[in-house]
């Protein structure tokens, strides 16, 4: 992969830890009027229709058919490790624990140990330090306290969470080598919609909510827009970025959260959380200085 291709993937990386953040925030406007459940559901329905206007002519006839049963294997896989394992022991976790904690747990930089185990990344042995460092930076931001760490049910399913996204993240890989971006994100919307169908039949909830807010509108529209961009991107940087320098790169999603949490909710931060940010600032541009100076190719 060129070294361009690569710088391109850094920095959308950094625009895609942004864009994280603000999906919690459209999350909390549907929080008015939709169930978690209705909020994937139906985030997922608007953003494959929005695909498929966008996309769809991309995806004739023959296209689809010169897909094998492997191909729809790994686009139904995918699917349901992000939006099904992914979003609903985060959810789990959520509910069974501190926030704090769950943030800690589920964003660890270990995405690399799986590019590794999937794909023999290597991994540059000077980048280890800054790794082990960006942890820290992160307990920090998330205000961990060692002491009171327990292995709990919301820790356990905060882990698994983080495992499911980040094996779906470097599945990009395995799809067919001749399919664009834009075709893998229409093609992965059209079965993320199932996971949370099934979660709403199995706790008998409604389709429908009960009543609409207009930001709870306005937060549907826009989340669902960022679930085609959000996937788009992700696909883009997995293809281009070894798996620890995207998921270091991607730890920034912490830096802005705290950012916006102080600009738009009043939310303080200690000198630690300061302190933490700035590591992580730090760490990811150093390994992604790395990435940039390594040879082409991933």
């Not at 953040?21 to 608007?46: C, D, H, K, P, Y």
């Not at 999937?118 to 460092?133: S, V």
């Not at 826009?222 to 070894?242: A, D, H, T």
């Not at 705290?258 to 939310?267: H, S, V």
């Amino acid at each position: 992969m060129s070294k361009k291709n690569k710088k391109i993937a850094i920095l959308l990386a950094v625009v895609q830890a942004l864009l994280f953040v603000l999906m919690g925030v459209w999350a909390r406007f549907m929080n008015e009027s939709f169930t978690l459940s209705q909020q994937v559901f139906w985030r997922m329905i608007i953003a494959l229709v929005i695909a498929w206007v966008l996309f769809g002519k991309s995806l004739d006839k023959k296209t689809l058919q010169s897909l094998s049963g492997y191909d729809w294997m790994i686009y139904v896989v995918r699917s349901i490790l992000y939006f099904g394992a992914g979003i609903m022991l985060f959810t789990f976790a959520v509910n069974h624990t501190t926030l704090g904690i769950v943030s800690f747990s589920s964003s660890l930089p270990i995405v690399g140990i799986f590019g590794w185990i999937m794909f023999r990344e290597r991994i540059d042995i000077k980048a280890l330090p800054f790794i082990l460092l960006s942890i820290i930076g992160l307990g920090l931001l998330c205000k961990i306290d060692v002491k009171s760490l327990h292995l709990s049910a919301g820790i356990i399913t905060a882990l698994l969470s983080m495992v499911a996204f980040d094996i779906s993240y470097l599945m990009v890989r395995y799809h067919k080598a001749k399919m664009t971006n834009f075709q893998n994100t229409t093609l992965l919307l059209c079965f993320a919609w199932i996971a949370p169908l099934v979660a709403i039949l199995l706790t008998k909830g409604k389709f429908i909510p009960n009543h609409f807010t207009t930001l709870a509108v306005v937060g549907l529209v826009l989340s669902s827009i960022l679930n085609v961009v959000n996937l788009y991107l992700l696909n883009y940087i997995f293809s281009n970025l070894k798996g620890y320098v995207a998921g270091n790169v991607l730890l920034l999603e912490g830096v802005f959260a705290l950012i916006i949490g102080f600009l738009f909710y009043n939310e303080s931060a200690n000198f630690m959380q300061l302190l933490g940010a700035i590591i992580i600032l730090a760490t990811a541009y150093v390994i992604s200085f790395f990435e940039r100076e390594q040879p082409d190719g991933l």
